[in-house]
């Protein structure tokens, strides 16, 4: 039997679609990279803007017009179902977070025997670690698609990591959720007792911790930072501000003031000076004003961070955020959006320049276009290698160029 999967959206989406494509694997099915050669095809769907939406039902149309069996999981499966049975009327319906659904619509059973795989063309393992949130922002369609926060019990993720294949050399394990900070909260446990578990493995790893919010967070900031200390932790911290006006977080229902995000990002780099900073802004949210995106700018020249996710406001079906007043108009918002971008590009060339000379520890994470290698260094920075590297390998490598969002290295 043969399997096509397509997966969309974030990394907890496409993380629930790879365990679904090892478990087939481990049964016996083949996965195609054509859903006309497939016995089924499958689509993780993510419905977190408009943009993205039309693109699910436009595939969903085109994947149910080839007459094979279609699975329809992700978000959409749940939030918005109908958009996609107006397009696929026979597909079959699993909603996030459940494996053992996807596997009975396979026609297999929900096991134990398969292991993770990583990500084609790369040593990166994705381990969703819960699905669902404690928050309620105005705006997010994804807390009505996966409702309250379910996390995996810390062996089930042990387990899990073991069962991957160690043999040919160095693994990326990446922890994966709406919220990590929020991990344990409904099961007695915690994300810096699920760090601990992890780093006390003898297994060839590094683990990238995925987005956290502000307000899970800042109870755990203390016992965060003391985590991220050891070496098998990337230093890299992914926490989105969405607005620099304390007013604007209050409308969108985020539940912590920028003095709070200012004190993470402070705390972090007082024990980590060259980690990589990644955050997330809204654009054009309803009521935001000439001064609330003055704000943004302000805020992202102070802090500098690596990454800055830029989104422009998209009303979703459901949420409170889709009826509020105020609404930006669509060509300011896009000349905000390319505003913060400019200034994103800048900050992160100019901080990349400045690590030109440099020379730094390096695992090779994944492959790269034109033979070459692409590696990480200990502050999750990406850098270009040349060929001749393996995959899970390690190297030291000098910096000898850049660009906004990689950096160039020649090994030693």
Known sequence: MRAYIESYGCALNRG??????????????????????????MIATCAVIETTELEMVKRARYLSGLGKPLVVAGCMASAMRDRIEEVAPNARFVSPDDAAGLCRAA??????????EPWPGTFCHTIPIASGCLGNCAYC????????????????IVDEIRRIDWRPGFKEVQLTAQDTASYGRDIGASLPELIGRLTSLDLNMKVRVGMMNPRTMLPLLDDLVRSFSSPRIFKFLHLPVQSASDRMLGEMGRGYCIRDFMSIVGRFRESFPDMTL???????????????????????KKV??????????????????????GKVVGRIAKDRSRELTDLRFSI??????????RIV???VTERGKKGTMIGRTDNYEQIILP????????AKARIVGCSPIHLIGECL
């Open 304 to 325: 500098l961070p690596d990454i800055v996710n830029i989104t422009r406001f998209s009303p979703r079906p459901g949420t409170k955020a889709e009826s509020m007043g």
């Open 348 to 357: 992160s060339l100019s901080k990349n320049k400045a690590k030109v000379g």
């Open 141 to 156: 369609i994804t807390k009505i698609a996966r409702g309250d926060l379910r996390s995996r019990p810390i062996e089930r």
């Open 387 to 394: 060929s001749g590297l393996s995959l899970g390998s390690s």
């Open 16 to 41: 629930e679609a790879m365990e679904f494509e090892s478990a087939l694997r481990a049964t016996g099915w083949e996965i195609v990279d054509s859903p006309k050669g497939s016995d089924l095809n």
């Open 278 to 300: 990644s955050t997330d802004l809204i654009v054009g949210y309803p009521g935001e004003t000439k001064e609330d995106h003055s704000e943004n700018m302000e805020l992202v």
């Open 361 to 363: 520890d390096v695992v």
């Open 107 to 116: 026609g297999i059973s929900d096991s134990d025997r398969w292991a993770p």
